[in-house]
């Protein structure tokens, strides 16, 4: 690391003392805002300021040019990096009396400061105040995290990633402590109401270890965590914030990757502003969104022939039944108004129909139902406690997981007569009682809200995960097909090997529609599934997809890749259907889609530390050029 010497090594010449330097800092990073609009890479400092700022510099520090070239080469990583700089009124008249003739002026004033709790990492959580100042000259507000333009109702957050970032108003978290919660996302399913829990026992207090521990220390150190200090603002995590905080980091996180700003509307709610963004980020992710989807390594790229080199690369799909509240009508894309709306906006005219499939009589006042006596005995069914948690630990069980949203949960949550208070996406179907003479009825009813059928993965074979799409109805062959042709959208990036339980009907409906987008890809079945539900009898299917059809994928009796990952990442990923339950669309479609990215940066990491060697193919080469 260099040493205060080697920085200051440039300046030997310079009849400089410390309050020059530390001025000539504090001017420099005033003047900032105007450097960074005169360039197209804000996050390295440039090797010279533009020339009006060393002008500016010189005039207002009383030093010559070469004196304030000589500074900022010296200085220009630690200006680059430094915060936000509160000037006093000396500096501003300074800075102004030199910078207007050259159109650059700094007039913040009218000091805005308010309590705020701060939650860090290492410290515990503390009382702090938060400062904005407003600037007269452009009519901009700064706080510390963004600014915002009188004639403009948005936030522009300043470039780069904070070390705290404001997850509401008074409530700022630092960015290392949103690292670690993410951290546990990805690999302990942490929801944010356990994450704020875990924070508030374990790091709130400094000395936490010993406080949770008091008999095994000494009697006199627990009379220092007897006091609670009193601040306006609670010093205690909330989930909201968690959640807040962890959407904000991951789009501040995006958003400087590709060099570009975050803006958020301001005259909203904190969740609805943040809304908006997630929304966006969830289209760019689409298809082949995710920025590990050109990875390749030795464990899903593969060479063959020794003569004539040919390269395999094998893709593999499955689904697992997580997903989110959507509209009740069958296959309806449109999203729900809020949670709690069982139809969406095109169809809530449904909502005044029974609840009874095939009953279009209109349903009757503080009921679901119809008047129909066998209609109302289901319902009645339905709300039965017992019946309901039943169901509702039946999905878990479906999705392979037992994780609570809440480790601790309140003596409220009971599961008693409540349980449906949330319009969970239940079905319930019973048959009459007695044999009319028609003969046995058998209704099917949806009191509740549906769920999206299920997440359909498309990996590679080493665990990376190339996409990601929600079936709303069923795991179609045919929202397949199109889901993997938006992931391989053009014959070059098509794998040579696509694996995927239920090959031999996708293959049938990709020849009854004519589509030979795959044509060059062979279409096998993963050996558990061919063996465990595919029947010796499918000639078709043997035909197709029997993977001992395909000599290449075995080398020296072994298959050359996983075609089983789906499956196995399919547990990692049924890990989060009680974080995503209760989700929006759009915080629940960003929180997948950053879980999977994270995740990819890991897996690829590992591959990279058992030397399988990872690299990326350029989109040139993977696309072709059709």
């Known amino acids: 690391m260099t040493n205060i010497r080697q920085l200051l090594a440039s300046l030997d010449a310079s009849d400089l003392t410390f309050s020059d330097l530390t001025a000539f800092v504090r001017l420099a990073c005033m003047a900032k805002p105007f450097i960074h609009q005169c360039m197209t890479d804000i996050c390295h400092p440039p090797t010279h300021p533009p020339e009006v700022v060393i002008l500016l510099l010189a005039g207002a520090l009383g030093q010559d040019r070469p004196t304030i070239l000589a500074c900022w080469v010296a200085l220009r990583q630690v200006i680059w990096t430094h915060g936000t700089v509160l000037p006093t009124d000396k500096e501003i008249e300074a800075f102004n009396r030199h910078g207007l003739m050259r159109g650059i002026v700094a007039t913040l004033t009218d000091v805005n400061k308010f309590r705020a709790s701060l939650f860090t990492l290492r410290d515990g959580s503390l009382p702090v105040h938060s400062v904005s100042t407003y600037c007269r000259q452009c009519h901009t507000r700064y706080y510390p995290n963004y600014r915002i333009h009188n004639a403009d109702s948005t936030r522009m957050y300043y470039a780069g990633i904070p070390s705290v970032i404001q997850a509401a108003r008074h409530f700022y978290i630092e960015a290392a402590l949103l690292e670690l919660f993410a951290a546990t996302k990805v690999f302990g399913w942490m929801s944010s109401m356990n994450c704020a829990r875990v924070y508030n026992y374990a790091l709130a207090q400094r000395h936490a270890y010993m406080s949770n521990n008091r008999r095994a220390f000494d009697a006199t150190l627990a009379q220092a965590f ?40 301001h005259d909203e709610q904190q969740r609805t502003r943040i809304d908006v963004a997630l929304s966006e980020r969830n289209k760019e992710m689409e298809g082949i969104g995710q920025e590990a989807y050109p990875h390749a390594c030795d464990l899903c790229f593969i060479v063959i022939g020794d003569d004539s080199k040919t390269k395999i690369q094998a893709a593999v799909c499955d689904g697992n039944t997580i997903g989110h509240p959507c509209c009740a009508v069958h296959d309806c894309k449109v999203p729900l108004m809020t949670n709690r709306h069982r139809f969406c906006p095109d169809h809530q005219d449904l909502n005044q129909r029974c609840a009874v499939d095939g009953c279009n009589e209109l349903h009757t006042s503080g009921s679901r139902t119809c008047g129909n006596v066998d209609h109302q005995a289901l319902e009645d069914a339905y709300f039965k406690p017992a019946k309901a948690l039943f169901q509702l630990r039946a999905r878990l069980k479906r999705a392979g997981i037992t994780l609570p949203l809440d480790s601790v949960p309140s003596a409220s949550d009971t599961g008693g007569s409540n349980s449906n208070s949330a319009d969970e996406d239940l079905e319930l179907d019973s048959e009459c009682d007695g044999k009319p003479e028609n003969g046995n009825r058998h209704l099917r009813a949806r009191f509740g809200r549906r769920r999206t059928h299920n997440e359909q993965l498309i990996m590679r074979p080493c665990g990376v995960i190339l996409a990601r799409a929600t079936f709303f109805g069923s795991e179609a062959v045919s929202a397949v097909n199109e889901f993997a042709k938006m992931v ?59 993977p001992a059809a395909f000599p290449e994928l075995v080398s020296g009796g072994k298959w050359q890749f996983n075609t089983s990952i789906c499956e196995q990442t399919n547990v990692w990923l049924g890990g989060y259907q009680a974080i995503l339950r209760d989700m929006s669309v759009h915080r629940y479609n960003f929180y997948l889609d950053e879980m999977i990215k994270r995740r990819n940066r890991y897996v690829i990491s590992e591959s990279e530390r058992r030397g399988h060697s990872p690299w990326m193919i350029s989109m040139d080469a993977l696309f072709g050029s059709d």
């Open 488 to 546: 391989f959208p053009t014959a070059a990036s098509t794998p040579e090997f696509f694996v995927f339980d239920n090959n031999c009907k996708l293959r049938a409906h990709q020849d009854a529609i004519g589509d030979d987008h795959f044509a060059a890809t062979g279409m096998p079945v993963d050996v558990f599934h061919f063996n465990s539900k595919h029947k010796e009898t499918d000639t078709y299917c043997q035909q197709h997809c029997n």
């Open 226 to 265: 007897d006091e609670e200090f009193s601040w306006q603002y609670t010093l205690r995590m909330r989930d909201t914030d968690v959640l807040n905080g962890f959407f904000i980091y991951s789009l501040l996180l995006e958003k400087a990757e590709h060099n570009s700003c975050l803006v958020l509307p």
